[in-house]
């Protein structure tokens, strides 16, 4: 049985429109994009002679690897939903699967590139274009980082968010984050887009701290990002390992999302719903107990479910990375003596 746990019919639809006068015609993933949406088809090459520096960027990004990536490879392979293609790659009808998320996914529609801000003279001349703010706020994003489980109805179940990186954002700004995606997402890289796969971002996402307790260390995490970490994709997690002076490796804690099956109320089989969800917060601070034999402790992020790492496709793939490592003897001399 695969991530989702089962197939059903593509059907019904939910237009999620950023703004609701502008519509990029994403669903969810339940529909590929519209093959008459205009010059939606556009190959990225046909974009690159004029913007050289935002094709090297987004050439280099998970946008361009969405469809071909070995991860998604090998998970599309567990199980070949046509929703995961209709999402990363939204263009595959008109031939751009490899290209998977490509500049017209996010620009063209109907023959017209969109952009935030007022197009110049220079660019008017050089292609059509049409002004459309939302493209800059996150509801843009959400429109692919926030989705749900799919009922046998083809509904969407609101109660079983597959992802949910939007809704956490909004927890972030309500605790004071002042941050947009496109402030943290689209800075330096512009449109690299990094994020977990790229370790200098990983890395930001959690200050880590070890001091003294009762019996030993305690570590403590506080949540950098502009969401919940891990967040994204669902079989991302982050264990934080205790390792004894022998060698015998524990996990403390797992923050991870876990998911179980419920009766299906529109169709009579069973369907997912997100069961608990133990990953960092935005802005939380937790702190953990480390047992008082641990002479070292390890937080490894997993780019896929620990079992799924042994499939043959992704023995040459990073598939973990040690985010944070401490001899707690010899670093930090947490135990009073
Ligand atoms: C995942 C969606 C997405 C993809 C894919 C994408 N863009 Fe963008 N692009 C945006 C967003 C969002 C902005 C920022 C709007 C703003 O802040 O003004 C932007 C801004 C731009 C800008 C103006 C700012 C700048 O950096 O120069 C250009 C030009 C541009 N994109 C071209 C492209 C080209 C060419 C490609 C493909 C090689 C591409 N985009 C792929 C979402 C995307
Ligand atoms: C023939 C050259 C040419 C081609 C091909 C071209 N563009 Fe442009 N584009 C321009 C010029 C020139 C500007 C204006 C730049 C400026 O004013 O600094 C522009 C501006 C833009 C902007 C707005 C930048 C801003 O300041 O917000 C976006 C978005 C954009 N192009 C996307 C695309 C996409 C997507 C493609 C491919 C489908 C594409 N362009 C193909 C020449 C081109
Ligand atoms: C304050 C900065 C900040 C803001 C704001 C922010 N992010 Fe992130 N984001 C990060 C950091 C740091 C990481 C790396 C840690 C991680 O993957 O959890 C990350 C990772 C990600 C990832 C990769 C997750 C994975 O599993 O590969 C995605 C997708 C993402 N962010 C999307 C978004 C979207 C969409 C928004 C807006 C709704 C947003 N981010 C807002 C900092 C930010
Ligand atoms: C058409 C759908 C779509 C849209 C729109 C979209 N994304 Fe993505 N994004 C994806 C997919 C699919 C992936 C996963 C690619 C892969 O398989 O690694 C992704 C991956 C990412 C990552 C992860 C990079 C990493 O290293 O793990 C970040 C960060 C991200 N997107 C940010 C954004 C932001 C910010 C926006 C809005 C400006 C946005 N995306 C809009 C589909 C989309
Ligand atoms: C509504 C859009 C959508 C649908 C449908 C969807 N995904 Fe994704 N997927 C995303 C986004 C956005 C990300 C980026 C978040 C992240 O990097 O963790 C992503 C990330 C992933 C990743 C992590 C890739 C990486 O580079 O590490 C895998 C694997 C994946 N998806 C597999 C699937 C499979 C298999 C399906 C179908 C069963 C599916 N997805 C359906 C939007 C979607």
Redesign the pocket.
């Known amino acids: 049985m695969g991530r989702w746990g089962f197939v059903v019919m593509l059907g019904g639809l939910l237009l999620m429109g950023a703004n609701p006068l502008i519509s990029?015609g994403?669903s969810s993933g339940l529909r590929p994009l519209d093959p008459a949406a205009g010059g939606a088809a556009a190959g990225a090459a046909s974009c690159r002679t004029c913007h050289q520096d935002v094709y090297r960027a987004w050439a280099g990004?998970?946008?361009a690897?969405?469809?071909t990536?070995a991860?998604?490879v090998s998970a599309l392979e567990k199980e070949p939903d046509p929703r995961c293609v209709n999402?990363?790659a939204?263009l595959r009808a008109q031939g751009r699967r490899d290209e998977?998320?490509n500049c017209a996914?996010?620009h063209v529609r109907d023959g017209k590139v969109r952009t935030a801000r007022p197009m110049s003279a220079l660019g008017e001349a050089a292609h059509k274009s049409e002004l459309a703010p939302a493209?800059?706020e996150?509801g843009?994003?959400a429109?692919?980082?926030e989705f749900a489980f799919r009922r046998a109805d083809g509904s969407l179940s609101d109660d079983a968010p597959i992802q949910s990186t939007v809704t956490e954002w909004r927890a972030y700004r309500d605790r004071g984050g002042q941050k947009s995606?496109?402030d943290c997402?689209?800075a330096e890289g512009g449109h690299r887009?990094?994020?977990?796969?790229?370790r200098p971002?990983l890395d930001q996402a959690i200050a880590y701290s070890l001091s003294p307790s009762a019996a030993g260390c305690r570590l403590t995490l506080q949540n950098q990002a502009g969401h919940a970490v891990p967040t994204?994709?669902m079989t991302r997690r982050l264990d934080v390992v205790a390792v004894t002076a022998a060698g015998r490796r524990r996990v403390v804690q797992s923050l991870v999302r876990t998911f179980r099956f419920v009766p299906d109320e529109a169709g009579g089989g069973m369907r997912k719903v997100r069961d608990a969800d133990s990953t960092l917060r935005p802005a939380e601070r937790r702190s953990l107990d480390l047992p008082a034999d641990a002479a070292r402790v390890e937080v490894v992020y997993w780019f896929t479910h620990p079992r799924n790492a042994m499939t043959p496709q992704l023995r040459d793939t990073e598939t973990r990375r040690v985010l944070f490592a401490a001899d707690l003897e010899e670093d930090v001399p947490c135990a009073i003596p």
């Open positions: 990029w994403f990004s998970r946008h690897a969405a469809a990536n991860l998604f999402c990363h939204p998977g998320v996914v996010c493209l800059a996150p843009f994003c429109q692919c980082h995606c496109r997402h689209m887009f990094w994020g977990a796969h790229h971002t994204g994709d």
